[in-house]
């Protein structure tokens, strides 16, 4: 990476030459990773990558479009905020407060941006969410300098936290 900064701006450029790495070689671009990118450029990256899923995902939607493309959209973003969250949240209890939010965001926004292209056709969920954790396991063994373990750790606590926490909101949502 041609260590972007926070004062580099989004460009598409940026989002298929980061595209590129992420798919040739995830570790490399992980280690490339610089501290001190902010946010703007990876959730520059994570609203392409979700405007093309909803957009692809209107295709398959069983409700009015405008509907459809809001929960598409509001998933495929927040869904990234709240995995990061817990892995920071996690990481933090477990490790000790070792990098910031944001650097956990970064890898997330990444990872779920690559991953969220092909996650709009059926019965990929399959492929894409082992893909989109093991990218994000890349992200914190290269970036964050965590031991395999201790990702596989942090991943393992985020997903069963996740399944906890939609189990408890399954009968809040259900119909009955």
Not at 79 to 96: D, E
Not at 127 to 136: A, G, R, S
Request: hydrophobic share 55%.
């Amino acid at each position: 990476m041609e260590n972007p900064t926070e004062a580099q701006r989004f460009s598409l450029r940026f989002y298929l030459r980061t595209l590129s790495r992420l798919l040739g070689n995830p570790g490399h671009f992980f280690d490339d990773l610089p501290e001190n990118m902010g946010m703007g450029l990876p959730l520059g990256f994570l609203m392409v990558s979700s405007i093309i899923f909803t957009a692809a995902g209107l295709m398959n939607a069983a409700v009015g479009p405008w509907v459809a493309a809001t929960i598409f959209m509001a998933n495929a973003v927040g869904m990234v905020f709240i995995t990061s969250g817990l892995g920071y949240m996690v990481a933090t209890l477990i490790l000790g407060r070792k990098a910031p939010y944001i650097r956990f965001f970064t890898i997330y926004a990444f990872a779920a941006g690559v991953t969220l292209l092909a996650s709009w056709m059926p019965y990929f969920l399959f492929i894409t969410e082992p893909w989109k954790w093991w990218l994000i396991f890349k992200g914190l063994t290269c970036a964050l300098r965590m031991k395999w373990q201790q990702a596989l750790m942090v991943i393992g606590l985020s997903i069963a936290l996740i399944i906890l926490f939609f189990w408890t909101l399954l009968p809040l949502i259900s119909k009955s």
